[in-house]
């Protein structure tokens, strides 16, 4: 928003804002591989006490 701000008003691109850009699609993909990570050892967890039965 604040890129499309700047040049809305006619100024250079915002820099603040590309880095803003640049961080949020970073920390977006990290928090989608964190999701798949927990529901992979979750799974892996929930698969081997089920093995383990005596």
Same mark, same amino acid.
């Given at each position: 928003?604040?890129?499309? /701000? #700047?040049?809305?008003?006619? @100024?250079?691109d $915002?820099? =603040?804002? /590309?880095?803003?850009?640049? &961080?949020?699609?970073?920390? =977006?993909? &990290?928090?989608? @591989?964190?999701?798949? =990570?927990?529901?992979?050892? +979750?799974?892996? +967890? +929930?698969? #081997?006490?089920?093995? $383990?039965?005596?």
């Amino acid at each position: 928003m604040a890129r499309t /701000k #700047s040049r809305e008003a006619g @100024l250079p691109d $915002n820099t =603040l804002g /590309k880095w803003g850009f640049i &961080l949020g699609i970073i920390f =977006l993909i &990290l928090g989608v @591989l964190g999701v798949i =990570l927990a529901i992979v050892i +979750a799974v892996v +967890a +929930a698969g #081997s006490a089920s093995v $383990n039965t005596y």
